[in-house]
């Protein structure tokens, strides 16, 4: 493959034969397949000074890296994810035969605070849907499908700006999205996202760029942005204003919170977490269990209230 870090030396062969597995079996991104490839480089560039190639380091070298990065005042949170790259690294070596242990399994993930998803809670979605439904004419109609789209399903917004219009099944029920590594998965609509798609179709030929008016366009959300589909920034601009006209802080607003608030307000009402999981395109459930704070507080809920002893039965 030839590629190259920011480091001078090239990425030594088994480094780049892993990111050729990367890419062809996984569809990783560019951008992921430059931060792996940056972040081995670094370790392989911290091991040579110990005279020792990057596919034959044990795991005291491997500790020995972490305690580096610590030394240098690293957060734990990237040290984490140096650790999540050489994990994946030597996993890939093991099965392909390239040696025979993985020196990670016995390495600890270095401890960082516990960091919670933010959320809002039902009552500020719902305030934020309701002044959506407020803003008159074809931009309210727009935002309003995109904001029950969102809350939804849940989807990341990449893939709800870019949503093509084949994606809505014929009934109407799902949605067809296709994520992370171009894996597809089918979400389910709520019938008040169905109706505010339905409002903003009779509408949709207004968002059409002129050179796009007899050709028209593949995208849900056209627009004269150079992909052709609304942009992610504009969408959480967007957002932003209507934070402000539901009275609440902007700051605390963004299409990812909404996405998270999609996710604890499921299991807060008792959806499986696997079952939000394929919802929300997580290739591993450890992912997902980021929203398990949720099911604390509901089992802690359920014992106040229906324990023998509690006193609330």
Not at 17 to 36: I, K, P, Q, V
Request: proline residues 4%.
């Amino acid at each position: 493959m030839g590629r190259r870090s920011r480091h001078q030396d090239p990425l030594p062969r088994s480094v780049n034969l892993f990111l050729d597995m990367l890419l062809a079996e996984r569809g990783a991104a560019a951008n992921t397949l430059e931060s792996y490839a940056r972040d081995l480089a670094d370790f392989a560039a911290f091991i040579k000074t110990q005279k020792v190639e990057i596919e034959k380091a044990n795991t005291d070298l491997i500790r020995a890296y972490l305690k580096h990065l610590s030394g240098f005042g690293l957060a734990a949170t990237t040290q984490a994810r140096r650790l999540s790259a050489l994990r994946q690294y030597f996993r890939f070596l093991f099965a392909e035969r390239l040696r025979d242990d993985d020196p990670t399994l016995v390495v600890d993930s270095p401890k960082a605070g516990l960091s919670l998803p933010k959320y809002l809670s039902e009552d500020e979605v719902d305030r934020l849907l309701d002044q959506a439904a407020k803003v008159a004419g074809d931009d309210g109609k727009r935002l309003l499908a995109l904001m029950e789209i969102l809350y939804a399903t849940g989807l990341r917004v990449s893939e709800l700006v870019g949503l093509p219009l084949s994606a809505l099944s014929r009934d109407g029920q799902m949605l067809l999205v296709r994520g992370k590594g171009n894996k597809e998965r089918m979400v389910p609509l709520s019938e008040p996202a169905l109706d505010a798609i339905l409002a903003y179709l009779d509408v949709r030929g207004r968002f059409l760029p002129k050179m796009l008016k007899k050709k028209g366009s593949p995208f849900m959300f056209p627009s004269r942005a150079k992909q052709g589909y609304l942009t992610r920034a504009r969408f959480a601009q967007i957002l932003k204003e209507l934070a402000v006209l539901s009275d609440l802080d902007p700051r605390r607003v963004s299409p990812h919170v909404l996405r998270h608030s999609f996710a604890s307000h499921l299991l807060a009402h008792g959806v499986d977490l696997r079952a939000l999981q394929q919802m929300l395109g997580h290739s591993d459930i450890s992912t997902t269990q980021i929203y398990t704070h949720v099911l604390d507080e509901r089992l802690k809920r359920l014992v106040e209230t229906a324990h023998p002893l509690s006193g609330g039965a």
